[in-house]
């Protein structure tokens, strides 16, 4: 036994093991999670980080649950919980009810708290940055331009139209007649017509007086198949029938299925604007912040399920969102297109990764079909058909060929190189004639993993950074200015490119022990230097940077770098060759152009050379949507 916070509570030690076999325990325990005031009812034996997943609280928990990281922790302040592994958690901090969610389960009714260094701070996705950039921003006006004039076509299209009732002397089929009136009003020969809206068909037909709206979807495309050739371009489905006219009310929403953020916007098809935008954490970050992570997870007892199931919630709390935001109603979103990296979309539909990470690394398909979003959990009109990007290669996506997409650079003849940096970093080489492609595991450096004081870029994190030259005290400058408590990826850089302009650092990221100043210190993990004393935090302790944690920055940034480099090695070229270079993702809205080059993330050229895209993935399926 032992005390809490604050009231002293029954806490159960490390004497019996946890029974593995949850479904075989059929008592039921309440536990409550704070601040956000959730209750669940779970099994005895649930772990903390299961039952706030299922409550739809969200702790981090960068390492899936395997206890490795530490970072889930969570303040027991009342109930009876056994711990199976706490070695992570400090002494002092056991005595006030810290416990890791992931060791901890339930055995009694259970008040937990989460405190903020344990959340996911979602305010970090759910508005823009203001940054300046020394390279050029594309920005979305621009390459909507793109779908203008001509090139507007959207895949999904309304038509109203006028139907002749039956008769005892024309007594033709409901379906044959409404067939009959698309061929004579509009010229839409060829439709097919999917099953569900048969079983509706007649009663609407009726209700309406035959006059009904008709949303039509290009589906695919003709071919040539053994001596038959197959001519024209896609073949138009009739998905629903509206009562009435509703040609003005045509809306899609498009989607970026990211592996640390989920966004979403929703598009008017007639007026070709963005209504609203939304944006989560994607809750699978609980299950771990990598792909790699997650395939593991996704191989346990109804690993795969809860990953789609999760995703799916996440993706339907934008669906919400955006629905909020905008008033339009939920029947009259007609199609929705998505963008992710291989494992992403094979998490997303409900496919086995298995093997994207045993050798030699073959994902089920490039390409998945189109699902009908209702059956993967989506909540829609059970007439919509979610539409993924097809991949390159196992760990080269829908994002990347989406990105391409919309960067346009597949349409120019200069010479591009488009970056997004990430844990899995996407590369590609070429213009109009032709294009390369590959992929480096970069590791979650740059987004706040594998740092002892890193976190993700969310209010609190130290995001700019400079030292005096003479008294080598720094200057911090937190997102949301607010105290620091840890340091985001492109903080990381920022730290790394001045310790090394002011020689705090030498060129292999050690700690140069002779300069004059306080803050670099010796501890049992090795040399630190303190960015803010525990004091000036929002966290319990000085928020560090170690000499491992420049050594894991130096390997990511290597890793990129590399990536590049070999790339361009493959086919003849060099920097030099370059006309441009395209950064996207969302890490290129936080990145200090002058500190990458510093460190060697970046390559030395011209900073004219140098565009940011932003969402390059949501901006690619925005582009599908609007052009056929």
């Not at 008592?27 to 299922?54: E, N, Q, R, S």
């Not at 480096?440 to 450096?445: E, F």
């Not at 140098?610 to 993935?617: A, D, H, K, L, Q």
Request: proline share 4%.
């Amino acid at each position: 036994m032992c005390g809490a916070a604050e009231n002293p509570v029954p806490l159960r030690g490390r004497g019996n093991k946890v029974s593995e076999n949850r479904k075989n325990i059929m008592d039921k325990v309440t536990v409550h999670f704070l601040p956000a005031d959730k209750k669940i009812t779970a099994a005895k034996g649930t772990t903390l980080i299961d039952a706030a997943m299922d409550a739809g609280v969200h702790i981090n928990a960068a390492c899936g649950g395997e206890g490795a990281c530490g970072k889930c922790r969570v303040i027991i302040t009342s109930g009876d919980v056994e711990c199976k592994d706490c070695s992570k958690i400090p002494p002092e901090d056991y005595k006030k009810g810290y416990r890791l969610a992931c060791q901890t389960v339930v055995r009694g009714d259970a008040e937990i708290f989460v405190p903020e260094e344990s959340q996911l701070d979602t305010t970090a996705v759910k508005g823009a940055k203001d940054v300046k950039h020394d390279g050029r921003h594309i920005v979305s006006q621009e390459i909507e331009k793109l779908v203008s004039g001509a090139w507007y076509n959207p895949a999904l299209k309304k038509f109203t139209v006028a139907i002749d009732p039956p008769t005892l002397s024309d007594n033709t089929s409901d379906l044959s007649r409404l067939l009959r009136a698309l061929k004579q009003q509009h010229n839409l020969d060829n439709v097919s017509t999917d099953f569900l809206l048969l079983k509706r068909l007649s009663r609407i037909l009726r209700e309406a007086e035959w006059k009904v709206t008709v949303t039509i979807v290009q589906t695919r495309m003709e071919s040539q198949l053994g001596e038959h050739q197959l001519r024209g371009s896609r073949l138009p489905k009739m998905i629903n029938v509206e009562p009435g006219e509703t040609t003005d009310r045509h809306y899609s929403i498009v989607m970026d299925i990211g592996t640390t953020s989920l966004w979403g916007q929703l598009l008017d098809l007639n007026s070709r604007q963005s209504l609203a935008e939304a944006s989560e954490y994607n809750p699978q970050i609980s299950f771990g912040d990598d792909v790699i992570s997650r395939i593991v997870y996704s191989q346990k007892n109804d690993g795969l399920k809860k990953l789609q199931e999760t995703v799916v919630g996440g993706l339907n709390k934008i669906i919400n969102d955006l629905i909020q935001k905008t008033g339009v109603e939920r029947n009259h979103i007609s199609h929705i297109t998505a963008a992710g990296n291989t494992v992403m979309t094979h998490l997303l539909v409900g496919l086995d990764p298995k093997y994207i990470r045993e050798a030699p690394y073959t994902p089920v398909c490039n390409f998945a079909p189109p699902v009908r979003a209702t059956r993967i959990g989506l909540d829609v009109a059970d007439y919509v058909y979610i539409y993924t990007f097809p991949s390159v290669a196992s760990y080269v996506g829908g994002d990347i060929v989406s990105g391409v997409l919309s960067s346009g650079m597949y349409q120019r003849k200069e010479l591009t190189l488009y970056i997004d940096i990430g844990t899995n970093g996407e590369i590609v080489v070429g213009n109009s004639e032709w294009l390369m492609t590959a992929s480096c595991s970069a590791g979650p450096a740059f987004e706040g993993g594998g740092l002892k004081c890193g976190m993700r870029a969310t209010a609190g994190a130290i995001e700019r950074f400079s030292i005096n030259h003479d008294t080598l005290e720094p200057m911090v400058m937190t997102i949301g200015k607010v105290k620091a408590k840890g340091i985001c990826g492109s903080g990381a850089i920022n730290i790394l490119a001045e310790f090394l302009k002011t020689g705090v650092i030498d060129q292999n990221g050690k700690f140069n022990q002779g300069c004059s100043t306080k803050r670099i210190r010796q501890t049992q993990d090795g040399v630190e230097y303190v960015l803010v004393y525990k004091e000036e935090t929002g966290a319990r302790e000085d928020v560090v940077i170690t000499e491992p944690d420049m050594d894991n920055l130096i390997r990511a940034k290597a890793a990129m770098f590399a990536g590049y480099q070999c790339l361009l090695d493959k086919v003849g070229l060099t920097f030099k060759d370059l006309d441009q270079v395209i950064i996207a993702g969302a890490f290129g809205d936080f990145i200090d152009l002058d500190e990458a080059v510093t460190i060697g993330l970046l390559p030395e050229i011209p900073k004219e050379k140098y565009f940011f895209i932003g969402n390059g993935s949501l901006l690619g399926a925005k582009l599908i949507c609007l052009s056929n």
